[in-house]
C-alpha cells in the first residue's frame, strides 16, 4: 500500500545535515505500525513524507520517493491525498479550522463534499466512539490540551480515510483519554485501516502495534514484529516502559527536611458563568515536587495559572513563609512552562530563550542549563525549526534559568522520549535541593514515580484527594 524510499531528506533551514538517511521501508493494507526512537530522531518527518505536508508545506533537499497504491504521493493533489490519509499532529491547535467543537468534527467531511445525512451519520458515529458528548457545541479555546486532541482525533475519523497518521497522539491526554484512544486504534484496525503512530508512549499500544520501526539521528535502524521487539531491552534504546504495572516509584533520599508550607484559601476561578476552580483550604509542602493529577478539564490548568498569577481575577489567599502572595507577587515568585509552550518561545536560538531568561549575558552558565538537557547542540538553532519534545526542553531550561522559587509546568514531558524525560526529572530534583518548590501537571506516571513526592489529585475544579506519594492510589488512577 505504501512504499518509502528515501536516500535523505534534509529541511531547508538545516544546512548541516540530512534529516533523514537510507529510509526505506513498505506499508501494507491494514498494518499498523510504531515509529519510535529519541526525541528529534525524525519520526515526525516521516510522517510529514506520508501525508503530503512534505513538499507541498515543508521543503527541502529531496531526494526519494513515496508511493501510495503505486502512484508517486509527491505528484497527486493535496486533496486526493486527503481522501486517503488522515493526520492528527502531535499539537491539534495547528490543524484547527473552526472555533468551535462541532464545525470542526464536520469540517473534513464538509470539504470532501459528503451529503448532509452522510455527514450527520458519521458525526453521531464519532461523538459515540470518542465519549465527545461532553464537548460538543464547545468554543475550541475553551478547551484543554487534552480536549483539543480528542476532537483532532474525532474530526480526523470522520472522514474515515485508508490511512491514519499519528503524531503523539497521547501526549496531552489523560490515562482514561489514552485508553480510549487504544480502543478507537483497535477499532480501526479491526476495520483494516492502515495506522502508523510516532510514539514514545508505549504502554497503552501494547498488543495493538505489528510492526515497530526504531529510528536514531535520522536513520532506521531496526524494522521488525512487536512481539520480537518488546523481548529486547527498551530503555537501553531509550524507549518508555510497555507495561506500567512494572513501574516503582524511586527512593526519595532527596525529600524535603522543610516543613513550611504554602497555604490556600477560598482560592476559586471561573469562565464566564462556570466555576473552574474551588478550592476552600488547601496545604501544600513547600521545597517539594509535586504533581497534579486529574482528568482532562479537571481544572488542573486553570489552578497552575492561578498559582502563579496569570489569572488577576482569581479569588483568595496564597500564603507563602507567613506572606500573603497577591497575583502581581505571585508572578514575581513564579514561572510557569505552559503545555503549548510555542507560546513562550521568542527569540531566534536556544540559547538565546535560556540568556532572555537569566537576565545577563552569562554564557557560560545559559550553556551548562542546555547542556543537563542535551541541548548544547542545538544552542544556535531556531526554537520554532526544534522537534516538539526539543521546544519542550528549551522552555524549561528557560525556566530553570529563571531563578524564580516556584516552578510550574504544565505536562513538561509530553513529547519526551524515556532519556529525556530522565534529564528533566534530574533537572527537578537538583531545583528541589536548591530550595524550589515544583508543580507538575502531569499525565505521566513514568515521570511521577521517578521525581515526584506528593500529589493533588483535581476532579471538577477541587481537590479530591491530596497525598505522599502512593504506588497503589496512582496506579489505579493511571491502569484501567
Known amino acids: 500500500m505504501l512504499k518509502i524510499n528515501y536516500k535523505s531528506f534534509a529541511y531547508d533551514d538545516n544546512k548541516n545535515s540530512n534529516n533523514l538517511t537510507d529510509i526505506n521501508f513498505n506499508v501494507d493494507k491494514g498494518e499498523v505500525i510504531l515509529l519510535c526512537g529519541e526525541s528529534g530522531c525524525g519520526k515526525t518527518t516521516i510522517t510529514r513524507l506520508i501525508n503530503g505536508l512534505i513538499p507541498y508545506f515543508y521543503k527541502g533537499k529531496d531526494n526519494g520517493n513515496v508511493f501510495l497504491n503505486d502512484k508517486l504521493l509527491s505528484k497527486m493533489p493535496i486533496y486526493e491525498i486527503s481522501e486517503k490519509v488522515g493526520s492528527v499532529f502531535q499539537n491539534p491547535k495547528t490543524q484547527f479550522f473552526n472555533v468551535d467543537t462541532t464545525s470542526e468534527l464536520i469540517f473534513g467531511c464538509e470539504n470532501l463534499a459528503f451529503s448532509p445525512n452522510e455527514i450527520e451519520k458519521r458525526f453521531k458515529i464519532v461523538v459515540d466512539e470518542f465519549n465527545l458528548d461532553n464537548l460538543i457545541n464547545k468554543s475550541i479555546f475553551k478547551l484543554s490540551g487534552g480536549e483539543k486532541q480528542k476532537i483532532a482525533c474525532g474530526s480526523v475519523s470522520a472522514v474515515s480515510p485508508d490511512i491514519f497518521i499519528l503524531d503523539e497522539p497521547s501526549s496531552n491526554l489523560d490515562s482514561a483519554s489514552t485508553w480510549d484512544l487504544r480502543n478507537i486504534i483497535n477499532k480501526w484496525k479491526s476495520q483494516g485501516k492502515t495506522i502508523i503512530i510516532a510514539e514514545h508512549r508505549l504502554y497503552f499500544l501494547k498488543d495493538i502495534v505489528d510492526r515497530v520501526i526504531y529510528l536514531k539521528n535520522g536513520n532506521l535502524i531496526k524494522d521488525s514484529d512487536f512481539n520480537t521487539f518488546k523481548n529486547e531491552e527498551f530503555q537501553s534504546l531509550g524507549l518508555r516502559e510497555i507495561d506500567l504495572k512494572r513501574l516503582k516509584p524511586k527512593q526519595k533520599d532527596y525529600y524535603s527536611k522543610n516543613n513550611n508550607i504554602i497555604k490556600l484559601n ?115 538553532t531556531h526554537p520554532m525549526a526544534l522537534s516538539g519534545g526539543e521546544k519542550q526542553r528549551v522552555a524549561i531550561a528557560s525556566a530553570i534559568a529563571s531563578k524564580k522559587d516556584i516552578l510550574i509546568f504544565d505536562e513538561p514531558t509530553s513529547g519526551l522520549d524515556l532519556k529525556n524525560m530522565r534529564e528533566v526529572s534530574k533537572n527537578l530534583i537538583n531545583l528541589q535541593k536548591l530550595g524550589i518548590t515544583s508543580f507538575i501537571v502531569t499525565h505521566d506516571l513514568e515521570l511521577i514515580f521517578e521525581c515526584c513526592s506528593h500529589v493533588l489529585h483535581f476532579e471538577d475544579g477541587k481537590i479530591k484527594d491530596s497525598y505522599k506519594i502512593d504506588e497503589e492510589k496512582l496506579k489505579e488512577f493511571f491502569i484501567h
Open 266 to 380: 477560598n482560592f476559586k476561578f471561573k469562565y464566564a458563568d462556570k466555576i473552574a476552580m474551588d478550592i476552600n483550604q488547601l496545604e501544600i509542602p513547600q521545597n517539594e515536587i509535586i504533581a497534579i493529577i486529574g482528568k482532562n478539564g479537571a481544572g488542573k490548568s486553570t489552578f497552575a495559572r492561578c498559582l502563579c498569577g496569570l489569572e488577576s481575577k482569581c479569588r483568595g489567599t496564597v500564603l507563602k513563609d507567613e506572606k500573603t502572595l497577591k497575583y502581581k507577587d505571585r508572578l514575581k515568585h513564579s514561572y510557569m512552562v505552559m503545555q503549548d509552550v510555542n507560546h513562550q518561545l521568542f527569540t531566534e536560538s536556544a540559547l538565546e530563550e535560556v540568556l532572555l531568561s537569566l537576565g545577563n549575558e552569562n554564557l557560560q552558565l545559559a550553556e551548562g542549563i542546555l547542556d543537563n538537557l542535551n541541548l548544547l547542540d542545538l544552542k544556535d
